[in-house]
């Protein structure tokens, strides 16, 4: 069965600073990653998606990820934080391309200090 | 282009009593899904309809849950009765033919009392 780690439930880091957030998956076939973004008492906001093409991905507001088979890791950067990326953020993955319903992992809280 | 509608926003009930939540997705998603977001965790799939079927309904507490989405179109999750572990935000979600990606409403928040 699919299932997603994310490593730490909150990170925080200074305004200007690099952003690192943790997604490990497991799966038995190639997956589709995806990371979304959610806003309090809003929906979930798709940020950037893997669909077996590049293995860099580039997303919305500045964000990209890379899939590492090797490591089965799928991280999410962004090299200068700003206080609007101060959110919740998920990791999902699916086994059937998308065609199933996604498997989230807990989420990260992002906070950005001043 | 219109998003992914709920309503209502946010229900208040009290334990034992029913309660209903609507979605109207994106037009022209034939796939629509429920999930269950409780307070610090991830979304968990409930329900997932492909057109008026159900796909997979293996996470629906099927005691007290049920959905349906008659015409393929808008969609209503029911919960009845309520207890206060479900107290949490019930989001819709549609995708489209084509791609993999969700696309997600604002969600419905119940507290259950």
């Known amino acids: 069965a699919q299932s997603v780690t994310q490593l730490g439930s909150h990170v925080s880091v200074s305004e200007g600073a690099l952003v690192l957030l943790r997604c490990n998956y497991s799966?038995?076939?190639?997956?589709?990653l995806f990371w979304y973004v959610q806003y309090p008492n809003q929906g979930l906001q798709l940020l950037l998606k893997?669909?077996?093409?590049?293995?860099l991905v580039k997303g919305i507001n500045g964000f990209e990820a890379e899939f590492k088979k090797s490591e089965t890791s799928f991280h999410l950067t962004k090299p200068s934080a700003h206080m609007s990326d101060a959110a919740e953020y998920f990791c999902a993955v699916s086994e059937a391309g998308g065609a199933d319903g996604l498997t989230f992992g807990k989420g990260t809280h992002l906070i950005i200090q001043p | 282009e219109a998003g992914v509608a709920q309503s209502p926003r946010y229900k208040i009930i009290e334990k034992r009593q029913s309660v209903a939540f609507w979605c109207n997705p994106i037009s022209g998603h034939a796939t629509l899904y429920w999930y269950q977001q409780i307070l610090g965790q991830g979304p968990k799939l409930l329900i997932q309809f492909q057109n008026n079927g159900v796909v997979d309904d293996s996470q629906l507490p099927k005691d007290r849950f049920s959905a349906e989405r008659l015409k393929g179109v808008d969609s209503t999750l029911k919960i009845q009765p309520a207890k206060l572990e479900d107290s949490a935000v019930y989001l819709c979600?549609?995708?489209?033919?084509?791609?993999?990606?969700?696309?997600f409403g604002e969600g419905s928040r119940l507290t259950v009392l």
């Open positions: 893997y669909t077996s093409a590049a293995t």
């Open positions: 979600a549609s995708r489209p033919p084509t791609t993999g990606e969700l696309f």
């Open positions: 799966s038995s076939v190639p997956p589709y």
